[in-house]
């Protein structure tokens, strides 16, 4: 179990540093002091094993301890985003059914009412220490829920718009973990790494979280990448060597770093995953933080690293790298066909990393999982030496006129062009061919250039129907709290036109 090797770890070394927060290291005595209180005050408010305790808290000593005392007492830690707002948390605790709701200091006051109004039991704890505020009674769950496997539940919106959740055991997490440490030489317990991706993310909960409990190594935590300025003061101050974040967070960074004439020394890895990484500004990102990135790709169903670049050298610019080990893949057709590799085609996997299954949800796991092996819904390219190249989410391939056109293609090309900063493509309906492609674009900083400009540019480089037949304009993009685009948000908006 995870809690006995973090239980080692805070135990072998108590004088040595466990993690950074607000501006000063706290030691692994004083952190097991913090849990063995939070694991206290859990045991006195009724919490026991195989119940599950839903989060929502920033990344601080309290969540990790609250993560720790969890595991010890034989629960299920089920993080959420207060940001999904209040009609889809409701419909995730039905779905979850905790025995209580652990809310950060910040959290506002008309959402705690709401949950409460909803049945939910509230506490609050704050960001390193105990106010008093924390005492509560939780409801008691049925015995048919128990599985002391489970270690944590990760939950999404799914695509739906209904509650989707993912449950990782113990054996899960720590196989993953396993699988990166091995994977990549650059991991060592002598490294300091930067945990500031959400805790309800899975990047961040396993990389960024429990991975330096397992390692033997230390954590810098940041509560929220922005205002970007505060992370990387947190990285000069804290003098962390390993950076984890998704590729939008590295564009910014880089972006910052290069405004204020600075450069990042001391870094040993940049990892990035979560979303497509830009190769364009590759020698920007490797001059901001003096030293490649290595690009990764995961999923929470696989706890969640899949594949990554072991290490800039061996790297493959625009691929996320080899499967990590113990993970078998398969390329199939979207009707089901293997296909061989190297090749195309919608990646399966399966493995001691990967879930059994979704969280009560028969029906979705007789599509996504079939004879042990898991759809990641992502089409890719696997060369010969076992890189993986992702082409696109099978969900987001635009069919014109029968055509399958991938928008990563596309934004790729558009990228290309000086004036582009950011391009997005989504499929617009269209009575003719069904969609048509159309690109949302920021432009550089006073940069000027046309939508027909931009269509002219694509058509001398593409196939007629991957043109985008418009092009709009923005400032922004939306984009999720772990910072990848959200895709459906500009379809939805397309579909709400017509």
């Keep these: 179990m995870l809690n006995n090797i973090i239980d080692e770890y805070l135990s072998s070394k108590p004088q040595e540093n466990c993690c950074w927060f607000n501006h000063k290291w706290i030691s692994r005595k004083d952190f097991k002091a913090l849990a063995d209180d939070c694991t206290e005050i859990l045991r006195s408010s009724g919490f026991t094993a195989g119940q599950r305790l839903a989060v929502l808290m920033p990344n601080t000593p309290m969540t990790l301890a609250v993560i720790l005392s969890v595991w010890r007492l034989g ?25 209580a709701v652990i809310l950060s200091e910040n959290v506002n006051d008309k959402l705690e009412s709401a949950l409460n109004e909803a049945g939910w039991p509230c506490a609050r704890f704050g960001n390193e220490k105990f106010s008093g505020s924390e005492n509560f009674t939780g409801k008691t769950q049925t015995a048919d829920d128990f599985d002391k496997t489970l270690a944590v539940i990760f939950s999404t919106s799914g695509t739906t718009g209904d509650p989707k959740a993912v449950p990782l055991t113990h054996a899960n997490i720590l196989d993953n973990i396993n699988a990166c440490l091995e994977h990549v030489p650059g991991l060592t317990p002598e490294r300091s790494l930067l945990n500031v991706l959400p805790n309800f993310h899975a990047f ?185 190249k992702i082409l696109d989410r099978v969900t987001d391939i635009i069919i014109v006129g029968g055509f399958n056109v991938y928008p990563q293609e596309v934004e790729a ?78 379809r939805q908006k397309e579909r709400e036109k017509n």
């Design 75 to 99: 629960g299920v830690f089920c993080p959420l985003n207060e940001k999904t707002g209040e009609i889809s948390l409701l419909k995730t605790l039905k779905l979850l059914k905790p025995f």
């Design 204 to 388: 961040g909960f396993t990389i960024g979280g429990i991975l330096p409990f397992v390692l033997g190594a230390t954590q810098v935590l940041v509560t929220s990448f922005m205002p970007p300025s505060n992370t990387l003061k947190a990285i000069e101050e804290s003098k962390l060597d390993v950076i984890l974040l998704v590729p939008t967070m590295v564009g910014f960074a880089a972006s910052m770093l290069e405004k204020q004439g600075k450069k990042l020394t001391g870094i040993k890895l940049l990892i990035a995953g979560g979303d497509r990484y830009n190769t364009k500004i590759d020698d920007r990102v490797t001059a901001a933080f003096g030293v490649p990135l290595i690009e990764g790709y995961g999923i929470t169903e696989c706890s969640p690293v899949l594949a990554v670049n072991p290490t800039p050298s061996v790297r493959k610019l625009g691929t996320v790298g080899p499967a990590l080990p113990r993970f078998e893949l398969q390329l199939r057709s979207e009707a089901g066909e293997i296909l061989p590799i190297p090749g195309e085609g919608v990646l399966w996997c399966k493995g001691p990393s990967v879930t059994s299954g979704y969280y009560h949800a028969p029906e979705v796991n007789k599509e996504r999982f079939v004879d042990g092996w898991f759809n990641t819904g992502d089409y890719v390219q696997i060369d010969s030496d076992g890189y993986i």
């Design 413 to 490: 090309i558009l990228s290309e062009h000086p004036a582009v900063n950011t391009a997005v493509v989504v499929g617009m309906p269209n009575n003719i061919s069904g969609e048509v492609p159309k690109a949302y674009v920021i432009k550089q900083q006073g940069a000027d250039v046309t939508e027909n400009e931009l269509v002219k540019f694509c058509k001398e480089r593409l196939s007629h129907y991957k043109v985008p037949r418009s092009v709009e304009f923005v400032d922004s993009l939306p984009i999720s709290a772990t910072g990848k685009i959200l895709r459906r948000v500009l």
